[in-house]
């Protein structure tokens, strides 16, 4: 048996569901009555989904659908990164929305500091866009999950490999 247990924590989402999302997003501006003449499109691209539409009524509308989307889809809203909004031809609206994936080294240094300061048996580890949590016992693993969990982190968090 192992005397050392951990778990990595990251910072990801499921593409499918975020796809799926977007998708029944795209389906109920359609027929929105509301929306429905506004010739809306939501695409999404690699990094990036692409809003355009014919004013800011209409894209706080499309944001209110894509995050009730997202959220029914078990994905985090933290994912969202709204950027600004731009002036696109004739009277029309367009604002892009990177999505955030992985933990940037501050907020690994701040999950780190975090568990140094509160868990004195805990070891962590930022490893790239992951950072590694180590100890000898699972209940101590268990009680830095539960804690980050309560951390408000402008990122959404996932503890896998869990051994």
Do not use: C, W
Request: charged content about 30%; glycine content about 4%.
């Amino acid at each position: 048996m192992a005397d050392t247990y951990s778990f990595d924590i990251v910072s990801d989402f499921d593409r499918q569901e975020l796809v799926n999302a977007i998708d029944q997003a795209t389906r109920e501006i359609q027929t929105r009555y509301d929306l429905k003449d506004t010739k809306t499109t939501v695409e999404l691209g690699d990094q990036v989904i692409t809003v355009n539409t014919n004013s800011d009524f209409t894209l706080d509308a499309v944001h209110d659908i894509l995050q009730t989307k997202a959220v029914k889809r078990n994905l985090s809203l933290k994912i969202f990164d709204y950027g600004k909004v731009e002036s696109a031809s004739g009277s029309r609206v367009r604002q892009e929305i990177k999505l955030k994936k992985g933990i940037s080294q501050e907020i690994g240094k701040q999950i780190s500091k975090l568990i140094r300061d509160e868990f004195k048996k805990v070891q962590a580890s930022i490893q790239g866009d992951a950072v590694r949590i180590t100890a000898k016992s699972k209940d101590d693993l268990q009680a830095v999950i539960q804690r980050l969990k309560q951390e408000d982190l402008p990122v959404a968090l996932q503890f896998i490999n869990y051994r």
